[in-house]
């Protein structure tokens, strides 16, 4: 479970600054804290089916694309990502593992 709610978090953060959103403009927006929003951002909550209605709404998206990063993107959204995306296939789980954390230290906000 603690997999998807970080996957879901990840990809809320995602289409939140997709849309030029601060966490806290989408906490007045569907009504929540903004602790609850960078709670849900950081996997360390789940949400409600009330709130995953809401979230999706107010980012312009299906729920469905809160929880699989591929739904609705096609090559030709972004022929960078479909380059790395096709590169990627090609690694064995343990490169795929070892990426992955790199890309987890890139991406994770520095204090």
């Not at 987890?104 to 906000?109: K, R």
């Amino acid at each position: 479970m603690a997999k998807l709610q970080i996957q879901f978090g990840n990809l809320v953060a995602s289409h939140r600054r997709r849309c030029g959103l601060t966490q806290a403009a989408l906490a007045e927006q569907i009504d929540l804290s903004e602790d609850m929003i960078a709670r849900i951002e950081a996997g360390g909550t789940g949400a409600s089916f009330k709130t995953i209605g809401k979230l999706a709404d107010a980012l312009g998206v299906t729920a469905a694309a809160l929880f699989d990063d591929t739904v609705g993107l096609t090559d030709n959204d972004n022929p960078e990502l479909a380059v790395l995306r096709s590169r990627l296939a090609k690694l064995s789980p343990s490169d795929v593992k070892w990426l992955s954390g790199i890309v987890d230290a890139a991406l994770t906000p520095r204090r």
